[in-house]
């Protein structure tokens, strides 16, 4: 055999070979093959269905999502009305942005939170300077009238403005089971008056439930001011009646206000604001009114070098009587009356026919002091 047959030989038995691996090949693989196409619409139905599957997790977590968020915000405000239940809260409800020198004006304040707290202190403080609440206190030493209560509860102090113009700031302070707390700081302008000034002749009126009481409020003309000025009450608070008379008045002249409280009024602090209109110019002040219950009779003890009460309150035309509850000798000795020498176990009587405010001592002991107030 040639060299040639040889190389042809060789390489049929090499095609035999490659066809007959390919031969096996085909008989071993085929039926797996075959299995493999068969599943091939399983395979795609489970790839369909875990695709669907996917987004409806995908549109789960996009829904949890917004729960979360809505959720978050829900805790967000529950979270604030939790706040304002448990912590004190101080804010100034009405407070004048301008006023006149000398003028009273009202600042009404709200304290809340606690649920309830307990005010040991409420009042408007002010100064001639703005603070921060770093040191609310400093430059705020001119406090109104301090108040007590329970939260949620609103006050009304009344202020008074200074003689010249400037600015004034103001804060409201509430002490709260035994914190402070301090409201924003609100800015007042004090500016001079043209046209017409307008004032009264007291602070704070005492008033005996179901009898009446009267302050003076005075209109002044400034500049050549010569118009007719109308004057109103603001709101007269309930419980009370006012009248005023004259309403209309050509400055300068004095008008009298006068005010009742109802036999049933509740006993305590109003706030009465005025108004007086003239030829387009406005003006404003405000007095507070005490409403008490005083009887035409009353009783001190002289005891332990003191007078027990210090304070009395009475009706005009009522009488106070003084016992000697001590060892030693006393006298009760004022502007108008003197009791002169009560022995122990005796007593002297005085009949207080004009309001006013009574104060008195003794002679033995000069340490010793009281006051009748007489409405």
């Not at 007086?276 to 008490?292: H, K, L, P, Q, W």
């Not at 005083?294 to 106070?320: C, D, F, H, L, Q």
């Amino acid at each position: 055999m040639s060299k040639a047959d040889r190389v042809t030989q060789t390489v049929v038995l090499l095609l035999v070979g490659v066809i007959l691996g390919y031969l096996i090949a085909y008989l071993v693989y085929q039926p797996r093959v075959a299995d493999l196409e068969s599943q091939l619409p399983s395979l795609e139905r489970t790839v369909r269905t875990v695709t669907s599957e996917l987004s409806e997790a995908r549109e789960l977590i996009r829904s949890l999502g917004e729960n979360l968020s809505a959720a978050r915000s829900e805790l967000s405000t529950v979270k604030s009305k939790l706040d304002a239940l448990l912590l004190p809260n101080v804010a100034i409800l009405t407070c004048p942005a301008s006023v006149t020198p000398g003028e009273h004006y009202p600042v009404v304040w709200n304290v809340s939170g606690g649920i309830p707290g307990k005010i040991t202190e409420a009042a408007v403080y002010w100064g001639l300077k703005p603070r921060d609440l770093g040191s609310p206190l400093l430059g705020f030493e001119n406090p109104s009238d301090i108040f007590t209560g329970d939260t949620p509860q609103a006050f009304t102090a009344l202020l008074s403005a200074p003689q010249d113009p400037r600015r004034v700031y103001v804060r409201a302070r509430a002490v709260v089971d035994g914190a402070d707390y301090w409201s924003d700081e609100k800015e007042i302008v004090v500016e001079a008056p043209t046209g017409f000034s307008i004032s009264l002749d007291v602070d704070c009126l005492w008033v005996v439930r179901g009898t009446s009481a009267g302050v003076t409020l005075s209109a002044v003309p400034i500049s050549g001011f010569n118009a007719g000025v109308y004057i109103s009450v603001l709101g007269t608070p309930t419980g009370l009646a006012t009248t005023i008379q004259p309403w209309k008045v050509l400055p300068p002249a004095q008008v009298t206000v006068t005010v009742a409280p109802a036999s049933n009024a509740s006993l305590g602090l109003y706030i009465v604001s005025v108004a007086a209109i003239g030829d387009t110019i406005s003006r404003s002040d405000a007095f507070s009114v005490r409403v008490v219950e005083a009887p035409s009779e009353a009783w001190v003890e002289i005891r332990s070098i003191s007078y027990n009460p210090m304070s009395t309150i009475i009706k005009r035309g009522g009488t106070v009587t003084w016992i000697n509850r001590d060892p030693v000798a006393h006298t009760v000795t004022g502007q108008g009356f003197d009791s002169g020498r009560i022995d122990p176990g005796g007593s002297w009587s005085h009949t207080f026919d004009s309001p006013g405010i009574y104060s008195y001592g003794c002679k033995v002991f000069p340490s010793m002091a009281g006051f009748v107030r007489v409405v």
